[in-house]
């Protein structure tokens, strides 16, 4: 399927964005998870209220490798604007029922980050034991409807909604400037309030 395919998809910005629902989970800093009992402790049922708040939803799943080099993108934004009226949410629609490969994603991201190799053009994951980012957004596990409501074919898949609760802007797909698009975009939307 062509990029442009897979956008012509997605919600189209403009319209109202369908109830985000499911299961809650924040990791703690250095936090491990032992087991899927340990797990499901950490869960609670959630709804995301997407009126009065800009609404940054990532979609994502642990066995897309674009994901993961996106996520850290992601917090780094989540830091910068937690506290200035923005929230943002990793939604997981595709992994809740394998909850041992999950644990063990959970368990490694902080240690996993995006390097660049020039003689491929490409992207991909590093391990590296100095280097580490604990991953402090909230993870919402919602049913697979969700990705049809919002027209997810393709992961990554990012979609900004305004505090009236509309589809600002969706997009599809991984690229190395996300964060800087991300801040200029949610900067524009302070701004113009």
């Known amino acids: 399927m062509t990029h442009l395919k897979l956008l012509e998809n997605l919600i189209a910005d403009g319209s109202v964005a369908p109830n985000v629902s499911g299961y809650i989970f924040y990791k703690k800093p250095n936090q491990t998870i032992a087991s899927p009992t340990e797990f499901e402790k950490l869960l609670k049922r959630y709804q995301i209220v997407l009126k009065g708040k800009i609404t940054v939803l990532q979609f994502w799943e642990k066995k897309c490798k674009y994901c993961k080099l996106?996520?850290?993108?992601?917090?780094?934004?989540?830091?910068?604007?937690?506290?200035?009226?923005?929230?943002?949410?990793?939604?997981?629609?595709?992994?809740?029922?394998?909850?041992?490969?999950?644990?063990?994603?959970?368990?490694?991201?902080?240690?996993?980050?995006?390097?660049?190799?020039?003689?491929?053009?490409?992207?991909?994951?590093?391990?590296?034991?100095?280097?580490?980012?604990?991953?402090?957004?909230?993870?919402?596990?919602?049913?697979k409807t969700l990705k049809k409501r919002y027209g997810v074919t393709a992961f990554p898949a990012v979609i900004v909604i305004n505090k009236k609760g509309i589809v600002h802007t969706a997009m599809v797909g991984y690229f190395e400037e996300y964060d800087k698009w991300m801040s200029e975009l949610l900067d524009d939307m302070l701004k113009n309030k």
């Open 70 to 143: 996106l996520l850290p993108k992601l917090e780094k934004n989540y830091e910068k604007y937690k506290n200035k009226g923005v929230q943002f949410f990793a939604v997981n629609t595709n992994d809740f029922g394998a909850k041992n490969d999950l644990i063990d994603f959970l368990n490694s991201y902080s240690t996993t980050k995006s390097t660049f190799d020039p003689a491929t053009n490409m992207y991909y994951e590093k391990k590296d034991a100095k280097y580490y980012k604990p991953f402090n957004i909230p993870i919402i596990f919602a049913e």
